[in-house]
């Protein structure tokens, strides 16, 4: 499992570095030694396997010719499967990774329902926070991380039919813009943070890795108890909103990436966690009355 | 039937029949029935009196003066035009989602 980080580059740079977060086993390939660097980096402490293990999905990060490796380099990536991806600059590489997972996930994960959403854990209650982008649900899923809470994830809560429990898939955090200072600040230290990539389509990015504790209890599933849909308004003021079951139910449907594809199974599966969980929408306007919200809703309502 | 601005009205005619009962699943929730159509993946929200109709389109194929005597006997009262408007509405809507289908114009059943 824990692998040195001499041979995870060696790895990395020939045939595929195994790496399995929560329950998903990919082998990823970078074929630039800056891209290594940041990866490695921003995934230490993640387990990295010999092999043979079963392998979900394998990613190679390369240059498509060699003036794009060495003259204005341009990082391409393979997720083989049916991407498109625009080349980024060999400067935002470690962004083609991230991107490419996500793809690989989004568009090829039919064992576990996904979320578009954050997912966090304490004391046995799993709270799934579904938003579209923009709406600081990572932010709020990596503030609660770093303040008592299990991290699952900020982008893709899994949840798995059968069992109706929610799987961690703790991957870095991704944060944009404005929430980068106010998570330096919340962590206070930058040891967990990538290097903040500017000019990319969403801005500047920064990585941010999930607390130590959450990676070594990547395998430990939690049934969810609540679904919160955050609104972040600078300018709003604070609010805790009910949804009723119908509401809760239509919110996961148009949050979740796979519902069609899994069919019958996901749609009793969300009916189950709309009718047994508590479900409301909370507007805040800084990440720590966002995480007062969230304490203060589930400690009035979760038993 | 035809209506005044001469458009065919097929909620007013015909006999509707549910498409395919044996691909649908239900979910009861505390507003609403949550119908869920395996064959597209479509999800929607019925409320009591759309459930109502829908039960009774599946119990047999029925014309809207079907369901109007149906609905009569339920609430043992005669029902207004505003009823009415919401029940036509209410056939056009499940014929939209794909729920139930027309099978014959009321005057050819009857025959």
Redesign the interface.
């Known amino acids: 499992m824990t692998m040195d980080i001499f041979k995870a580059e060696h790895h990395l740079a020939g045939p595929g570095l195994l790496m399995g977060v929560g329950p998903i086993m990919t082998r990823i390939a970078i074929k630039f030694p800056s891209i290594r660097d940041d990866f490695l980096h921003m995934y230490q402490g993640y387990p990295f396997f010999e092999g043979p293990e079963i392998t979900d999905y394998h990613l190679t990060i390369f240059a498509k010719n060699l003036y794009r490796r060495y003259l204005r380099p341009q990082v391409a990536i393979n997720t083989l499967m049916n991407d498109d991806f625009v080349p980024l600059p060999e400067s935002m590489g470690l962004l083609s990774v991230e991107m490419g997972m996500n793809w690989q996930v989004a568009f090829g994960c039919k064992t576990h329902i996904l979320f578009h959403a954050g997912v966090v854990e304490k004391n046995g209650v799993g709270v799934i926070i579904p938003a579209i982008s923009g709406s600081g649900k990572s932010t709020l899923s990596a503030g609660l991380s770093y303040d008592g809470w299990r991290f699952f994830s900020d982008e893709f809560g899994m949840l798995k039919a059968e069992t109706g429990e929610l799987y961690p898939y703790p991957r870095p955090v991704s944060l944009k813009n404005e929430s980068i200072p106010v998570m330096k600040e919340w962590v206070g230290s930058d040891a967990p943070f990538s290097r903040e990539y500017e000019g990319t389509p969403k801005g500047t990015i920064c990585y941010l890795r999930p607390p130590i504790a959450c990676l070594e209890e990547m395998h430990k599933p939690v049934r969810p108890r609540a679904v919160i849909h955050p609104v972040y308004n600078p300018n709003a003021k604070s609010d805790i909103k009910p949804l009723?079951?119908?509401m809760a139910?239509?919110r996961l449907?148009r949050s979740s990436a796979n519902?069609?594809d899994i069919?019958?199974p996901a749609?009793?599966a969300l009916?189950k966690i709309?009718?047994e969980c508590v479900s409301c929408e909370i507007t805040y306007s800084s990440l720590e009355e966002g995480i007062r919200l969230v304490n203060k809703f589930i400690d009035e309502n979760v038993a | 039937m035809v209506d005044a601005d001469g458009s065919f009205n097929l909620s007013k005619t015909a006999v509707f029949r549910v498409t395919d009962a044996a691909s649908f699943?239900w979910?009861h929730?505390?507003?609403?029935h949550?119908i869920?159509d395996?064959r597209s993946?479509h999800?929607q929200?019925l409320n009591d009196f759309a459930r109502e109709i829908f039960d009774i389109i599946e119990d047999k194929p029925s014309s809207l003066q079907d369901i109007l005597a149906v609905l009569e006997l339920i609430l043992e009262r005669t029902i207004g035009d505003d009823l009415l408007e919401q029940i036509q509405q209410t056939l056009e809507m499940f014929d939209k989602m794909g729920l139930i289908e027309p099978i014959a114009p009321c005057h050819e059943i009857s025959q």
């Open positions: 009723t079951e119908t139910f239509f449907v519902y069609g069919g019958a749609f009793r009916a709309a009718k | 699943l979910e929730m505390d507003d609403a949550i869920y395996q993946g999800s929200a």
